[in-house]
């Protein structure tokens, strides 16, 4: 549901105080928000890569067992990978995702 005009408003009239009474704390706060998109971004496309990888190993296990196998195996740890990066907690004792 998106906001109405008047809620739109105060939530500006909010931004601009805070970035007006402490600037540090807004550009920190604008970082994190960054941080996190990119952390969300990179999990996905990992998950998407592993998941394709992980499909062509058992698309290959058909034809060379041990390499369908290994490349399977492969896949299914980047999809674990992208998943804890998702997951875990920012290391610098910042606020949680």
Do not use: K, N, Y
Not at 62 to 89: D, F, P, T, Y
């Amino acid at each position: 549901m998106p906001l109405s005009e008047d809620d739109q408003r105060r939530l500006e009239q909010i931004e601009r105080a805070l970035t007006r009474d402490d600037p540090g704390f807004a550009d920190r706060i604008g970082a994190v928000t960054w941080r996190r998109r990119r952390r969300l971004i990179t999990s996905i496309v990992v998950f998407a890569l592993g998941m394709v990888v992980l499909i062509t190993g058992l698309v290959t296990t058909h034809a060379w067992l041990v390499i369908g196998v290994l490349v399977s195996v492969i896949g299914a740890a980047a999809m674990a990978v992208s998943a804890v990066l998702l997951l875990r907690r920012p290391s610098r004792g910042g606020p949680p995702p």
